[in-house]
């Protein structure tokens, strides 16, 4: 069992393969963190279970270490709960009231408080193999008169003891998403959050925290994940005392929502977990777990076509289907028409709500292109984008009612599009009803599901409504309860999340697409940042990467073709270019690396990974992926520029089999064999000249 309760001494333990998590119950009531790291005997913690005082303007230093408590009293950090009663009380005083066990890995803590019956249920859930622990409230009013919830957070985690924090995450923009940053936590509070209605391109819900000395295979590195879509916030505070609180949930800007009696509150999830074994284990760990607790399916993702950067709007028949035939030749298996097939949509200006098929597009029916499709040996997909709407569309002129405004304000129009507002009962049932209608009518076996603005106006029309505020869980509710009800009618049909790129990519979302756009930038050089910043939080196996046009259009940057697949080989591999445009020679080069890519697929999906060199260090990124079961092992590497002549540099790999004997295969050069000790230590020299220059290691386990 992962959950060990030590009776006498008030005291618990949640032990994973490689770490432990204690806490106990103190005198005074409170549930107090004790220690979360490399194995201890929680018995031996006993010591540090008591409440603490240092001056009557710090009064309880203990609370600075509760595993969930809320505010009220002397507890003056970022409060896990905050309510309001209705008498007009707003503060909050939790008392310990005892514990459940559910199976072997799961305990569920209850606290009420110490007047009113307000239950808050505070669940443990060990991943023991990949030294994790979900966590999650629930909060239920068990009053007879509704209570106002102000903020209400899935989990506490505290790092205390380090002589130095260091804080890493990832921020960005359109285009520009998860870049890594790294911040030193000195004294007060260091916010990443999003107020745009979704996970957003600017920050995203992960986190890790070290001392300052962690690198990619060595240290003691402590991180989280919240599984929240919309309005989030993570708050890392560090006190005068030297403690380190993280709090995690959704965010309480704009989003205090009333409590019914009888109603239960259930939050996200919040997984965190520790590893000694630097950024890389914590990412490994990480993307195991998306695979085997997360993600709907473990399918491997499909070599994709998508028309948008060939035809934009400009969408015929007879057009998708020549690009379909030449994406057959290439082996593409999975032919998507994006933007532009639907209503009256030959612009971003109209059209967007009218999820009918263009007569005048598609004479014949949608159906012409499908089976056109399918004759070529393809899946058929489509891109939609349900949650917004255009001004000029018949959606529009029937329900004006159902966008997001107020009533005295003009609505935002961003991309040219307003936003339905999805928490209405009645919108949610026009998604899932044209959703249905499409999946049934034709064969249809992938959505790229897009979302192209932020939320703006976030009100109602009808005016005296007490439902603003809760209008942004709402839509996230309702969103997570469209995809649910549209995977369970169709299991055949796999998804992609996109919202403008990356900016709708969490834990929450993940549990229902099977793979995720993470960038409108296809600009090889440029993905290589992404989507490295990417895989610190998330799994490659759910990472879309395309091959574009060369010279690109977001940077005018010229890239060799083999560089833009080998960028683009390291997820999900999709094209994306005009390539009907593209040279013989291009297209044999294409179909070449499209059948690489399917060789490989099973150990660069489901494999893990290890980061040998980045460029934000050095002219060289070298990406490494070693199957589940140690056999073979790919290697990408690229260099940036070449400086002062030529260079052979050796990439030491790593989680080799030291005394296994391996073939290399660098290229196309002649294959040699070197033991795992070897190639790990002593590396593989590989020689790179010129700017923007790419190779792929293929290394396969002889014994």
């Known amino acids: 069992m992962s959950v060990t309760v030590l009776e006498q001494a008030n005291i618990f333990e949640i032990r994973t393969d490689k770490s432990s998590y204690v806490f106990g119950i103190n005198e005074k009531g409170i549930i107090q963190h004790l220690y979360w790291g490399a194995h201890v005997e929680a018995a031996d913690c006993g010591y540090l279970l008591k409440s603490r005082l240092h001056s009557s303007f710090d009064a309880e230093i203990d609370r600075e270490t509760e595993e969930y408590g809320g505010w009220g009293g002397c507890n003056y950090a970022e409060p896990a709960l905050k ?20 199976g072997e890995n799961e305990i569920v803590l209850r606290m009420v408080d110490r007047y009113y019956p307000l239950d808050i249920e505070v669940h443990y859930k060990a991943i023991p193999e990949y030294d994790l622990i979900e966590r999650f409230v629930h909060v239920r009013n068990s009053q007879t008169e509704s209570v106002r919830i102000e903020q209400v957070m899935a989990a506490v985690w505290t790092v205390q003891a380090l002589p130095d924090y260091r804080m890493t995450h990832v921020t960005g923009r359109w285009a520009g998403e998860y870049q890594l940053r790294s911040t030193v936590l000195s004294e007060g509070k260091k916010v990443l959050e999003s107020r745009r209605g979704f996970t957003g391109p600017h920050a995203n819900p992960w986190f890790a925290i070290d001392n300052g000395k962690a690198d990619e295979t060595s240290g003691s590195v402590w991180f989280g994940a919240l599984g929240w879509s919309g309005n989030w916030k993570i708050v890392a505070e560090k006190s005068t005392f030297g403690h380190v609180r993280i709090v995690g949930g959704v965010n309480d800007f704009d989003s205090a929502f009333v409590l019914a009696p009888g109603e239960v509150y259930a939050s996200p999830v919040f997984v965190g977990g520790f590893t000694s074994g630097g950024f890389g284990q914590m990412s490994r760990n990480l993307h195991k777990y998306q695979r085997d607790y997360v993600l709907p399916t473990n399918e491997l993702r499909k070599v994709l076509y998508n028309s948008w950067e060939a035809t934009e709007f400009a969408v015929t028949v007879e ?385």
Not at 90 to 99: A, H, P, S, V
């Open 83 to 102: 309510v309001s009663f209705a008498d007009g009380v707003r503060d909050l005083k939790l008392r310990y009231e005892g514990y459940r066990v559910v």
């Open 319 to 703: 057009g998708q289907k020549e690009l379909a035939q030449q994406a057959a030749r290439l082996g593409v298996e999975r032919f998507v028409v994006d933007d532009g097939w639907f209503g009256e949509r030959h612009s971003d200006r109209a059209g967007l709500g009218d999820w009918y098929v263009n007569a005048e597009k598609f004479p014949n029916g949608l159906e012409e292109l499908i089976d056109h499709v399918k004759g070529l040996g393809m899946e058929f997909g489509l891109w939609v984008e349900p949650e917004s709407v255009n001004p000029d569309s018949d959606l529009y002129r029937a329900h004006p009612e159902w966008v997001y405004q107020f009533p005295t304000r003009e609505g935002t129009q961003l991309r040219n599009q307003l936003l339905l507002n999805v928490g209405l009962p009645e919108v949610k049932q026009f998604i899932l009803g044209f959703m249905t209608t499409l999946l049934t009518k034709y064969d249809i076996r992938f959505i790229k599901w897009d979302m192209n603005r932020t939320v703006t106006e976030p009100g109602t029309v009808a005016s005296g409504q007490d439902v603003g505020a809760s209008m942004w869980i709402k839509h996230v509710d309702h969103l997570y309860a469209i995809w649910a009800e549209l995977r369970e009618r169709f299991p055949h049909v796999e998804f992609e999340t996109c919202a403008g790129g990356g900016a709708r990519i969490d834990l929450g979302i993940l549990r229902y697409a099977d793979q995720a756009w993470i960038s409108d930038n296809t600009d090889a050089r440029d993905r290589l940042a992404i989507q490295e910043g990417f895989s610190y939080a998330y799994s490659p196996s759910v990472m879309m990467c395309w091959v574009t046009e060369s010279p690109h259009g977001f940077n005018g940057r010229s890239l060799p073709l083999s560089y833009r697949f080998h960028s683009a080989m390291m997820g999900g591999l999709g094209i994306g270019a005009n390539i009907s445009k593209w040279s013989t020679e291009e297209l044999e080069k294409a179909k070449s690396y499209v059948e690489l890519y399917k060789e490989i697929r099973p150990v660069i999906l489901n494999g893990d990974m290890y980061r040998l060199s980045s460029l934000r260090d050095s002219n060289v990124a070298a990406y490494q992926y070693n199957s589940k079961d140690r056999s073979e092992n790919v290697v990408f590497t690229f260099l940036q520029s070449q400086h002062f002549g030529s260079e052979v540099r050796h990439l030491l790999l790593q989680g080799l089999v030291s005394h296994a004997s391996y073939e290399v295969n660098i290229d196309e050069g002649e294959p040699f064999v070197r033991q795992g000790s070897t190639l790990m230590n002593l590396g593989v020299a590989v020689s790179l000249r010129g700017d923007y220059k790419s190779i792929m290691i293929r290394i396969i386990r002889l014994d």
